[in-house]
Every structure is written in C-alpha cells, then in structure tokens.
C-alpha cells in the first residue's frame, strides 16, 4: 500500500508559478512511476507529467517548457514546478503512482485567472 499526500495548490494569476508537491509513504520502495495528471471541469482526467524510476520525464504537449517534474528521494515527494501558467490549466491536479497498483491523491485545485 501507498499513501498520498498532496500539496501547493491555489489561485495565481496568469503567468504566475505554483509549485505542487506529492509526499509518499508505505510501500514505497515498490514505486516505478510518479506523476501528475489533470482534471478540468467538463473534462477527461489528462497526463500532465510523469517521471519513471530511471529518470525519464514525458510531458504533455501542453506543458512542455512550462512544468517540470522532479523527485526528491529522501523526502519520498515527487513535485510538479508550473511555470508561466496560462487560464487553462486550471483543473483539480492528481498525483498518482504506480507499483504493482496504481494509487491516487485526493487531488489539489489549480486556478488560473486572466
């Protein structure tokens, strides 16, 4: 089993930064991906970032040069850095990893105003 405890979410105006952050503790050892997906009204659930156990990032398209996804081990947290946000990312962000399982967080709202 693991947990999930996320953090950073609020209001920014455009252009603006928000850091996210996704503290895991459990199983941890069994982890092989992180990452972040997103979820705005009326919307499909979407991949934001994601990191692998090796190292490999994959991006969005529409994220790509904005957000930055990168882990701290000792701290067990994985962390999303959104740079010059725009209105639409606004939506509910949601960590997830993957071990044998797949577990979520309780999701932190982004919101990006014009």
């Known amino acids: 089993q693991v947990q999930l405890v996320e953090s950073g979410g609020g209001l920014v105006q455009a252009g603006g930064s928000l850091r996210l952050s996704c503290a895991a503790s459990?199983?941890?050892?069994?982890?092989?991906?992180m990452g972040w997906y997103r979820q705005a009204p009326g919307k499909q659930r979407e991949l934001a970032a994601r990191?692998?156990?090796?190292?490999?990032?994959i991006y969005a398209d529409s994220v790509k040069g904005r957000f930055t996804i990168y882990r701290d081990n000792a701290k067990n947290t994985v962390y999303l850095q959104m740079n010059s946000l725009k209105p639409e990312d606004t939506a509910v962000y949601y960590c997830?990893?993957?071990?044998?399982?797949?577990?979520w967080g309780q999701g932190t709202q982004v919101t990006v105003s014009s």
């Open positions: 997830r990893v993957r071990t044998n399982d797949v577990y």
């Open positions: 459990g199983s941890i050892f069994s982890i092989n991906t």
């Open positions: 990191l692998t156990s090796s190292g490999t990032t």
